[in-house]
């Protein structure tokens, strides 16, 4: 049987070893590194909603709903 001579058998294993390394190294070099660069824009994009609502919480203490009450002070004065 082919599958059990050892001449056939090491290329076998040649092949898988060479077929695996080159999905690795494909999948590193394109859907892993999209991915890192994906996560590295949500973490900014994190940290700007983060500083965002310092900065909203700095102008309205009180929350959002002070925002709202002071838009309609200046709205309904419009």
Do not use: H
Request: with cysteine; hydrophobic share 50%.
């Amino acid at each position: 049987m082919p599958q059990f001579d050892f001449y056939c058998f090491s290329v076998q294993i040649f092949w898988v070893l060479a077929g695996f390394f080159i999905f690795y190294f494909f999948m590193q070099r394109y859907y892993v590194k999209s991915t890192f660069e994906t996560f590295k824009i949500r973490k900014k994009l994190m940290l700007l909603n983060a500083n965002l609502n310092k900065a909203s919480l700095q102008l309205f203490p009180k929350g959002p709903k002070s925002f709202l009450i002071a838009f309609g002070k200046v709205a309904l004065k419009n």
